[in-house]
């Protein structure tokens, strides 16, 4: 968690437009409940988990800490985001 929470600041910091980075960040979280939510549907109907030769270890982070881990991901060497 405080990796995260330093990633955050580290982001919010470095940027010039921190509600369009809230937006982004918030934007990307719900992107990913989404395909999770959309993942688990179709395993249940087919009855099998097609993802099972991957790791899903993001599942059990909450969603807005990996949106903030992807976008961190992004900064480049001036560490601007985006």
């Not at 990796?3 to 437009?17: G, P």
């Not at 982004?24 to 993802?51: M, P, S, T």
């Amino acid at each position: 968690m405080d990796q995260i929470i330093r990633v955050a600041w580290d982001l919010n910091e470095n940027t010039e437009n921190r509600y369009q980075l809230v937006y982004e960040i918030a934007e990307l979280a719900k992107k990913l409940v989404d395909e999770n939510q959309a993942r688990k549907a179709r395993e249940d109907a087919f009855g099998f988990d097609e993802y099972n030769n991957f790791d899903n270890s993001y599942k059990k982070e909450n969603p807005v800490e990996h949106a903030i881990m992807v976008k961190a991901s992004e900064a480049d060497d001036n560490r601007l985001v985006g």
